[in-house]
């Protein structure tokens, strides 16, 4: 390809996506690290406070407390086991070329009972490695006491890869860390005993996850239809369109999540090979910090923001690297073009979830997603649902109850 | 047990047709054409009831035998034509969605349409429709516009490939042009020409405004290994090249084929599609 571009055909034709050539692993390579149980709800009714949920925008606001603890109680209708297996485990999956590496990551089932599915999950942005999925309860893990089997990788960058960057938004890589402890959870599923009773899996990620599931959706379509069937695919708040979501930030000069302007960058340069050079985008006091705040894996997401202390355009990256016009600006432009997710037919149906009230992934993406998608099986949910962390827990709600 | 079957027949059929919206309290439409280049145009629709379900059409003169038809007949054929489509989609595609879902809109929607011939007359109709019982509520309204012309170069481009390396020399070199490749089985899979390819990719740069980054001019040299890491020793590609000023393509597009190799001259044909 000449430039790195991506085929966002309008009318109802295939899909098409550069990749680096994949190796052969063997996927029966799941080995346990560590397993403990825990109790989703406590004696009180009220949440296990060991559940990470998505940082609220303001920390100072607890708005989503109440929101929790509905979404608790609507769960505790319906579960089938309250305390649920944590397995964090290792696997060998695929490195950002291609080649063989061993990554982390989570599953989660229900104690007790038949497990129906396997939900194979995309988690949202994360800063801080102690956020990992492999590393805490992560939310979308409640869904595993309704009974499925949820799987939930760390990604390259996090857990056992932790001094790695990560790829931030490079979806083939992404997307390909998720398909793997997937293929290799499968079957240690079988091994123990828990084997789900469909073979059919189930997809939901919100935020970067939301993206990271279309993609993995696009992936198992291609290369793993007939292993990892999908019954249904949950996304919610996601950044598909990334050019999009990049001219708006840049009409704007502001942005909901600043932190994602260095994890952007670096992601997809070094998922791509870009060879950019960041003093050509970032401002000063960023390009002098950013490998502490964004590398170090030590800060959440609203820490780092906070480190970076602006939401400004202008006051966190310069002229440049504003205008994608500029030569240098315009072969990033193009790797977001070609990270964008929403080049392909789905061939399941899909939850499509977004607040139009979302400053951190801003509404565009939902509208160019229902544009791209439009004439397919898909139940598109938006509306005045507040701010991006507000979404999630809607979001959540919304899968935990219709599972 | 055959009259369960019938009666289990009857409530799937029931709930299939639940599926599809109804809406009937019938609306008027604002249509405005804000933007017309010589294949694509961009309108708006604004109904007056946001509730309400509509669909669209676009007419070139071209097809005369239906282009001065009333209104109201062009919308019943075209309603005709969605409903037969339908029923033939929904038995082949897979995850299709409702009728709704592939022909209508609700609220107010900005509407790009692509595939237009150039320097033509166009006739874009609105209906409200109901999806439930796929009937036209109200009455279509139309508004006309014109597709512009664009003056074609004859532009020609003469090839020069070494080892990883490609050199354009446009017969023009004043003219302003834009080529691109990608691999040919990926292109054959995914587009029914290369040219549609092309038309796809530049599309996609218009719609993000990246066009102006994009264009070429005068005699270039590309080195594939220094722009493109995914290319591989052997890959077969498929490229494409066209006059490109003022927003438009404005030549005739050339198609190539070529064997990609890093350490000796790179074989390329002009393309065939295999049939005489």
Not at chain 1, 48 to 72: G, H
Not at chain 1, 318 to 342: C, I
Not at chain 2, 204 to 216: G, T
Request: glycine content about 6%; charged content about 20%.
């Amino acid at each position: 390809m000449k430039k790195y571009i991506i085929l966002l055909a309008i009318s109802f034709l295939g899909a098409s996506c550069v990749k680096p050539p994949v190796e052969f692993v063997d996927f029966e390579t799941f080995k346990v690290t560590s397993v403990k149980s825990t109790d989703v709800a406590m004696a009180d009714g009220t949440v296990n406070p060991e559940v990470q949920f998505m940082e609220s925008e303001d920390p100072e606001t607890k708005v989503a407390v109440t929101s929790v603890a509905r979404l608790v109680s609507d769960l505790l209708g319906a579960i089938n086991s309250n305390n649920v297996i944590h397995v964090s485990g290792t696997y060998t999956g695929h490195d950002i070329d291609g080649t063989p590496i061993t990554l982390s990551g989570k599953l989660l089932v229900p104690r007790d009972g038949k497990i129906k599915n396997m939900v194979i999950v995309s988690h949202y942005t994360i800063g801080a490695n102690y956020e990992c999925p492999s590393e805490c309860f992560p939310m979308e893990g409640l869904v595993a006491a309704k009974g499925y089997a949820v799987v939930v990788a760390d990604y390259i960058g996090f857990g056992v890869t932790a001094n790695r960057v990560h790829p931030y938004m490079h979806v083939e890589s992404t997307a390909r860390s998720v398909v793997d402890m997937a293929l290799a959870v499968k079957p240690y599923l079988e091994k123990i005993g828990r084997k789900p009773e469909s073979d059919k899996v189930i997809l939901m990620g919100y935020s970067q996850g939301g993206s990271t599931t279309l993609a993995v959706m696009r992936m198992i379509q291609k290369e793993y239809s007939d292993v990892l069937p999908i019954q249904k695919v949950y996304c919610g708040g996601g950044p598909y369109d990334l050019a999009a979501t990049y001219d708006k930030a840049m009409a704007d000069d502001v942005t909901g999540i600043p932190c994602a302007i260095p994890m952007i960058l670096q992601g997809v340069n070094v998922g791509q090979d870009l060879g950019l050079d960041y003093a050509d985008f970032f401002q000063p006091r960023l390009l002098e910090n950013y490998d502490e705040w964004i590398n170090s894996k030590r800060y959440t997401v609203n820490q780092m923001n906070r480190l970076m202390g602006a939401k400004a355009l202008h006051e966190l990256m310069t002229d440049a690297g504003r205008d994608k016009n500029n030569p240098t600006t315009a072969r990033f432009y193009k790797a977001l073009l070609y990270n964008s997710v929403l080049d392909f037919q789905p061939k399941s149906p899909i939850y499509m979830f977004h607040s139009r009230e979302d400053q951190t992934v801003p509404f565009v993406n939902a509208q160019r997603a229902e544009t791209f998608f439009k004439g397919y099986n898909i139940d598109f949910d938006f509306g005045d649902y507040g701010v991006h962390s507000m979404g999630a827990i809607r979001f959540i709600m919304h899968v935990a109850i219709e599972l | 047990m055959k009259r369960l079957f019938i009666i289990a027949a009857t409530v799937l059929v029931a709930l299939a047709c639940t599926k599809e919206q109804s809406y009937t309290d019938p609306c008027t439409f604002e249509i405005s054409v804000s933007k017309v280049k010589s294949s694509k145009v961009w309108f708006s629709i604004k109904p007056s009831n946001p509730n309400a379900y509509y669909a669209y059409g676009v007419f070139s003169e071209l097809a005369d035998d239906i282009y001065n038809l009333p209104v109201m007949d062009l919308a019943k054929m075209n309603l005709g034509w969605w409903v037969d489509a339908y029923k033939i989609w929904e038995e082949s595609q897979e995850n299709i969605g409702t009728f709704a879902d592939v022909y209508c809109y609700q609220g107010d929607r900005e509407i790009k349409q692509t595939g237009l011939g150039m320097g033509l007359e166009h006739r874009l109709f609105v209906v409200q429709l109901d999806p439930k019982t796929r009937t036209i509520i109200g009455t279509p309204q139309d508004v006309h516009f014109t597709t512009k012309s664009v003056e074609m170069l004859p532009l020609k481009f003469d090839l020069e490939f070494g080892a990883d390396r490609l050199t354009i020399t446009p017969s023009d070199l004043s003219a302003t042009y834009y080529w691109d490749y990608d691999n040919a089985d990926q292109i054959g899979r995914t587009y029914i020409t290369p040219q549609i390819f092309f038309y796809s990719i530049v599309d996609l740069y218009e719609d993000y405004d990246f066009m102006p980054n994009m264009i070429s001019k005068g005699k270039e040299t590309y080195v594939f290994s220094q722009n493109d890491k995914s290319l591989e020793e052997g890959e077969r590609c498929t490229l494409v090249l066209a006059g490109y000023a003022n927003g438009e393509i404005n030549s005739d597009s050339a198609v190539y084929e070529f064997v990609y190799h890093k350490d000796k001259p790179i074989e390329f044909t002009p393309y065939s599609d295999g049939e005489e």
